[in-house]
């Protein structure tokens, strides 16, 4: 089993309304897991969000604390609710309506990693589901919301920023349907997870660095962000995504020759973002 549920990165003194998650870069993979599966152990990361915690691991050098999942996603997605539990792979899960991301085998407990690649050769019992709910899951959450609670007791407000990574052929996808090509998208859930000022500024923060960002397409955040996102209580969530083919080389899974100098960019947003504060002048507004 992996080690740890979640890692947390505190910063010295708490200075920032803001906590950054990485649900999907953990590089966990036990023998115990991996030999279950049906994949090796380069194929079994495809659907990771690799090097993302090294991306954002600048955050508490500027007030914010940052959360990383302890267990890999292709053992259990933290951005999936709970009982998004797939049939197909959980034995003893009864079918109840619809839902497109337990049928394309992206469940709390995933049957598939990226191209639809099957993890299993059959099916896992309910109790060895239940067990990394209860063991990786929900640790998460529960420390998640306690940073968020705490952000918004000291600040008013608390805003969660749900980092991840996408596949460079996602970006061309919506550039293929008329949009731009994006290197950042930005979801929100269309406005409903997080204040439109707060997205205002973040959107600003990335493209005041160069970078192309669209708002919700293709992607308009999962579960943190529909979750954790309730403007009307002072507490908001956006989902970052960021184009896989600026930092690495996503056949190897290898950090690329511009890694360093992506990342020495992203600190720079990173502060910006960091140093939001909801109702108070924004310095990127003056530029």
């Known amino acids: 089993m992996p080690k740890s549920a979640y890692h947390l990165y505190r910063p010295q003194a708490l200075t920032s309304c803001v906590v950054f998650a990485s649900p999907h870069s953990s590089r966990d993979y036990p023998w115990s897991f991996l030999r279950h599966t049906v994949l090796d152990e380069h194929a079994i990361r495809s659907s990771e969000d690799a090097y993302v915690d090294r991306l954002f691991e600048c955050v508490t050098d500027y007030g914010a604390s940052f959360l990383k999942a302890g267990a890999p996603r292709a053992f259990v997605d933290l951005n999936r609710a709970s009982d998004e539990l797939d049939p197909a792979l959980i034995e003893g899960v009864r079918r109840i309506g619809h839902n497109p991301r337990v049928a394309s085998g992206l469940g709390v407990v ?9 993890i299993y050769r059959g099916k896992l019992p309910m109790a060895e589901a239940e067990r990394r709910i209860a063991g990786y899951w929900r640790p998460y959450h529960d420390r998640l919301q306690t ?86 209580r002072s507490q908001n969530a956006v989902q970052i995504e960021i184009d896989r083919a600026i930092y690495m080389d996503e056949r190897t899974i290898r950090p690329s020759a511009n890694f360093h100098a992506f990342r020495k960019v992203l600190r720079g947003i990173i502060a910006d973002i960091a140093a939001i504060r909801p109702g108070e002048p924004s310095s990127l507004a003056a530029e």
């Open 147 to 232: 940073l968020l609670d705490e952000a918004r007791a000291a600040f008013g407000t608390s805003i969660l920023i749900d980092c991840h990574s996408m596949p460079h052929e996602a970006a061309e996808g919506a550039a293929r349907s008329g949009g731009i090509r994006p290197e950042i998208v930005i979801g929100d859930r269309f406005g409903a997870s997080a204040d439109g000022e707060i997205v205002d500024r973040i959107e600003a923060a990335f493209t005041s660095a160069g970078l192309a960002v669209t708002r919700n397409t293709p992607f308009a955040g999962a579960y943190s962000t529909q979750h954790y996102g309730r403007p009307s």
């Open 110 to 118: 995933p049957r598939v990693v990226a191209n639809g690649r099957a």
